[in-house]
């Protein structure tokens, strides 16, 4: 990971975890509910900008780039979709951190810095 690309990632990383708290919400009351256009083009973005990061490696499905705008999704299948990207961000980031003393750093692979960041989530530690 380059120093340049980790702040841009942990804010994607935190964007995408909203993003599915708040649909999250509206899929357990409206789960076959689509989802309006104005929101679709804020989460496309930010799909499009996390298959940057994830490349074919860590993608969650390989043929899937976004959703299509003339196919209006429902809430349920985004809530699928990005729940699968917030698995794939946090492998990403798993990969790409180290635990020193106690705290987790990124592994920069053009800087000695160090840069602290969260831990990962619990079930990709063991």
Known sequence: MEKENV????KLHIQIKDIYNELSIL????PDGAINKFKLKFINQLIEEANVFLSERYKP???FEKFEEDDVPFNSDIVLIV???????EKFKYDNIKRLSG???WMLSDSEEEVK???PISELTF
Not at 7 to 10: S, W
Not at 27 to 30: E, L
């Open 7 to 10: 702040e841009k990632f942990e």
């Open 27 to 30: 899929s357990k009351k409206s």
């Open 61 to 63: 499905f390989t043929d």
């Open 83 to 89: 729940s699968q990207y917030i698995q794939c961000l």
């Open 103 to 105: 705290n987790w750093y």
């Open 117 to 119: 960041t969260s831990r």
